[in-house]
């Protein structure tokens, strides 16, 4: 099994332009989960899907940043116009189909907006 | 609300052993305990379930006191293969969780 993939693994990009990150979750994976992670908050969770349907946004930071999941082995997170402050390290993870809440992250994008 | 996890730091030297602490304010269904290497992903250690049930990994093992809302996390006989952020994360029975801000374990040869 390749595990969770994202794309890209880094990304620098100047202020004001558009950001978006991609990730392939675990094949058969039905939940799919958006983090942050800075030094100062630590692990944000950001959105998460069930079959593909946002199921919790209320970690994302402001309209500046959308999510999608067109279909259950593809998913997007957007930054338009990106900020400084949106530098971080966003991990995406996956979870299958069970009773225990197992999460599995991908390597992450470490992103730099100048 | 981001469960407190202590100590924020620990060095020890191999073979010495380590508690962790996790708190939360709320309700819990779920604990669940993950461990980062510098530059990787956090990685699954194990979950304890709504119970009081105490799961092992390898010489780690962890314990859930659900009336005090508190996980511990006891790492002994330490091993260099340890280091690393130690994540706790609280689940409300919602797919939820919520991670403290990590303790960093650095072990020493």
Redo the contacts between chains.
């Keep these: 099994d390749a595990g969770v993939i994202q794309s890209p693994r880094h990304e620098v990009t100047e202020m004001g332009q558009e950001v978006t990150l991609r990730c392939k979750p675990i094949s058969g994976h039905n ?1 799919l989960f958006w ?1 942050r992670q800075t030094m100062m ?5 950001l959105i ?1 899907f ?1 079959n593909n349907v946002p ?2 946004d209320s970690g994302m930071p402001e309209d500046r940043f959308s999510a999608k999941m067109p279909n259950a082995s593809f998913s997007t997170l957007k930054i338009q116009p990106s900020e400084p402050r949106d530098s971080a390290v966003y ?1 995406c993870a996956s979870r299958p189909t069970s009773a ?9 994008t470490r992103l730099s907006v100048l | 609300q ?1 469960p407190v996890q202590s100590p924020q730091a620990v060095i020890l030297r191999e073979g010495e052993d380590a508690v962790i602490n996790c708190s939360s304010s709320k309700a819990l269904y ?1 604990v ?1 305990w993950y461990r980062q290497k510098h530059g ?5 250690l194990m ?1 304890l ?1 709504k119970g009081g049930e105490q799961k092992g990994h390898e010489k780690i093992s962890a314990s859930f006191n659900e009336k005090k809302q508190q996980s511990s996390l006891y790492l002994t006989a330490s091993q260099l293969s340890y280091s690393g952020t130690y ?1 706790c994360g609280t ?1 409300r029975g ?9 303790t960093r374990l650095h072990i020493l040869p």
Aim: avoid cysteine; charge should be negative.
């Design positions: 939940s983090y908050r630590g692990l944000e969770l998460y069930n199921i919790d991990f225990v809440n197992i999460q599995y992250f991908g390597a992450g | 981001q779920s669940h990787e992903a956090p990685v699954f979950i379930l994540f689940e919602d797919d939820k969780i919520i991670f403290g801000k990590g």
